[in-house]
């Protein structure tokens, strides 16, 4: 089956769901595909028509109805991630010029935010009763990692579905993602989901790591992606036997090779694969060889999307990626159209390496340190699972570098001493310049992750 050209959501799983068994399902519910073609959770979407709204439901499942109910339906539809406060919610639907927020929550939550209406989202479905000419919606997606107000990133239906690829006859695939669909990795994998042949199954911020895994199996999910380090806390717990995936997906962070063999060694029929994506500048390539990092010739020729290193950066220039920020003075790229990803980028013998973010280096007397770059080193060591460097300060070099490590269920309470420290420093020294080298190693028993599935920097 053709993947259809963008039009509606809705008009694309009226004719791709009639007669299917097609599914999405939530934590605590589910919906039935072909019913969103003829359903809506919004209490007067006709009153919606034409305008400018902002989605800020709690419930994801809630969340995946209406985004296929408001696009086509609303000229700009601004999609809140959970965690969002809501001090910025204001800020937010006054740049976003909303006439409404769409919410599943009580109206008491809001209490002393001036916002504009607000209009009930909640299942179960009721029939569509809006009969309007369809129109172009802005995608608007939030920017995550940020301490203030995020940016918002305008983008089109056609942008964010340009790396889907057709559906495939052969068995219907059961999408999931560790990532919230509200996040542009998230919403990434529904749309495949949607616009393909397949059902999925929505994640829980809330919901246990083995218990989510457990319902992946149940569902008997075929095609996973997260970032590494939800893959990591999921090798972590026993229930990842549970689930037998044919592809299993990275991206959001540095994929390196220890956490591509580890899911290798666990999934050995599965495709393994990553993905460069972002926010601004939609998903860039995909990397399926099993190999870190992404051959060179990515960089050669004329092609969509086109990519080129300066100072050291990644930049791309595509089709898929963003309009532009909506209400900021930022501009979203340089005159030949090309975003500056902020990732460093580092070519050996034919093929490039992700070094780490523009804004996380550490400055060890003058001499620069990406806390990733170490980390891919320390997540080699047979005995290390994940870890976390950041600076610590020092009176003398400005900043060292220092490290928490979880290590490897194998290794016995007693094994995480002093000797084991030396041998993981040992093998640093062995791979990295003595600036690099974490001048203090400790021992945690899980690593702190974002909303959006990354680790948590904090540099001291």
């Not at 499942?61 to 609303?74: K, M, P, R, Y």
């Not at 099993?290 to 086109?306: K, T």
């Not at 963003?322 to 902020?342: C, K, N, V």
């Not at 310049?433 to 990354?454: C, D, N, Q, R, Y």
Request: glycine share 8%; aromatic share 4%.
């Amino acid at each position: 089956m053709p993947l259809p050209e963008p039009g509606t959501l809705r008009q694309i799983l009226a004719a791709n769901t009639a007669g299917t068994e097609r599914m999405l399902w939530g934590a605590h519910g589910s919906v039935a595909l072909a019913a969103l073609a003829q359903g809506t959770a919004i209490e007067d979407d006709a009153a919606l028509a034409g305008g400018s709204v902002v989605l800020a439901t709690r419930d994801q499942l809630t969340a995946a109805q209406a985004l296929v109910a408001l696009d086509g339906t609303v000229r700009r539809l601004v999609i809140c991630p959970p965690d969002l406060p809501l001090a910025h919610l204001a800020a937010i639907a006054a740049t976003a010029e909303a006439q409404a927020i769409i919410t599943d929550r009580d109206a008491a939550e809001f209490d002393g935010v001036d916002l504009p209406a607000l209009i009930a989202c909640k299942l179960p479905l009721r029939p569509v009763h809006s009969n309007f000419n369809p129109v172009a919606t802005e995608w608007v997606l939030l920017t995550s990692g940020t301490t203030g107000v995020p940016k918002m990133v305008v983008h089109s239906l056609a942008a964010l579905t340009g790396a889907i690829k057709p559906a495939q006859p052969d068995e219907p695939p059961v999408w999931a993602t560790f990532y919230d669909i509200r996040r542009y990795g998230g919403l990434q994998i529904l749309l495949r989901a949607l616009l393909g042949n397949g059902s999925m199954v929505l994640s829980d911020a809330h919901e246990p790591v083995p218990e989510h895994l457990q319902r992946l199996a149940a569902h008997g999910v075929t095609h996973i992606s997260g970032t590494p380090s939800h893959w990591r806390r999921a090798l972590m717990s026993s229930d990842s036997n549970l689930i037998a995936p044919r592809y299993v997906r990275l991206s959001g962070e540095i994929a390196d090779q220890a956490i591509l063999d580890a899911l290798k060694r666990q999934y050995p029929e599965a495709a393994i694969g990553h993905a460069y994506a972002s926010t601004e500048a939609g998903v860039g390539f995909e990397v399926n060889d099993g190999l870190e990092g992404f051959p060179a010739e990515i960089l050669d020729g004329d092609r969509d999307p086109s990519f080129k290193v300066i100072e050291g950066t990644l930049h791309i220039r595509s089709r898929r990626t963003a309009s532009r920020y909506l209400g900021a003075s930022q501009t979203l790229m340089d005159e030949d159209g090309f975003i500056d990803s902020g990732d460093f980028v580092a070519e050996r013998g034919g093929r490039y390496y992700f070094v780490g973010r523009r804004g996380g280096i550490i400055n060890v007397g003058g001499l620069k340190v990406h806390p990733e770059e170490v980390e891919q080193i320390l997540n080699k060591h047979a005995q290390v699972k994940m870890s976390l460097v950041s600076a610590r300060r020092n009176p003398i070099t400005g900043a060292i570098v220092v490290a928490d490590i979880v290590l490897n269920d194998s290794v016995a309470p007693g094994d995480s001493s002093d000797a084991l420290k030396q041998d993981i420093l040992a093998f640093c020294r062995a791979a990295l310049p003595a600036h690099k080298v974490p001048a203090a190693i400790k021992f945690v028993s899980s690593l702190a992750v974002t909303p959006a599935g990354k680790l948590v920097r904090q540099n001291a």
